[in-house]
């Protein structure tokens, strides 16, 4: 979690530990520990992991804001008249800090939604855990688990895009700043000390310790569980319930793995 995701190097190595571990995963769950019945969950974690990946390589561009280098006006007349321009540029900032604040509207209401449908599930399989005579209440309760880690990782791709969407209404606010300071009477450096963030200080999308990551670290702690208990249902009959260090391993990976996620579509810069 602590690692970014900033060159083609590091995506590298994260891909191929990806693959390392998925063959580990496979290989217990189909040959060397087939008698806890994880076939099913090691695939479904593999195909998942496979959407997300590739997911990342046909969007990454497409998601990632491209900023237009500001250029500084030379002739007097046109640093004149450029100003003429003043209220659309006005209309355009006040246009994206509205949509940035609503962007982290979303957010906050995204995360809620997703913690009420996850408690409403877990209801449900509390329920078919209680009542094991209930009919197919296994098959029940590994159905809906692995429904919510889907829906959980829905949930987790719309929050890095709401996080992608803020930072580039923040680099569209940089632009303008940008465009004045460049093209104002003042010197360059005392005109950026208005401002807290730049283009030359704004947060990379990707940085931890904030409120997108926690919120995407709620999300994947919850989806995880889900996993998590999808594998236990799987390998018992629900009357002697037992964990496996297998199950444990393969929650706690689906955590770091898509946490590292996070990273790698949020640290992604495209060449410009």
Not at 33 to 60: D, G, M, W
Not at 101 to 111: G, P, Y
Not at 197 to 203: E, F, K, M, Q, V
Not at 244 to 249: D, E, G, K, M
Request: charged share 15%; net charge positive.
């Amino acid at each position: 979690m602590v690692f970014t995701m900033d060159s083609t190097f590091k995506r590298a190595i994260f891909i191929a530990i990806v693959v390392a571990v998925n063959i580990i995963f496979l290989f217990t769950a189909f040959f060397y520990l087939p008698e806890l019945n994880q076939k099913s969950i090691a695939v479904y974690l593999l195909i998942i992991q496979a959407f997300v990946i590739v997911t990342f390589f046909l969007y990454r561009k497409q998601t990632t804001a491209r900023v237009i280098q500001v250029k500084k006006l030379k002739n007097p007349r046109l640093q004149e008249n450029a100003f003429e321009v003043t209220k659309l540029l006005f209309k355009e900032y006040e246009y994206i800090t509205t949509t940035a604040a609503q962007v982290q509207k979303d957010r906050n209401t995204l995360l809620n939604q997703f913690i009420f449908f996850s408690a409403l599930i877990a209801a449900i399989v509390l329920f078919l855990v209680a009542n094991p005579e209930h009919f197919f209440s296994q098959s029940g309760v590994v159905g809906l688990s692995i429904l919510c880690n889907i829906i959980g990782w829905i949930f987790f791709l719309n929050l890095v895009r709401f996080r992608q969407a803020w930072w580039s209404c923040a680099e569209a606010m940089n632009q303008i700043k940008d465009f004045f300071i460049i093209n104002s009477r003042l010197p360059d450096d005392i005109a950026r000390t208005t401002f807290l963030w730049d283009s030359r200080t704004l947060p990379r999308a990707g940085k931890k310790s904030n409120n997108y990551y926690y919120t995407a670290m709620v999300i994947a702690v919850i989806a995880s569980s889900f996993l998590l208990i999808s594998s236990w249902a799987g390998s018992s009959n629900l009357q002697a319930p037992t964990l496996t260090t297998f199950s444990a391993l393969l929650a706690l990976y689906h955590f770091l793995f898509q946490m590292t996620t996070y990273s790698l579509f949020l640290d992604f810069k495209p060449i410009r």
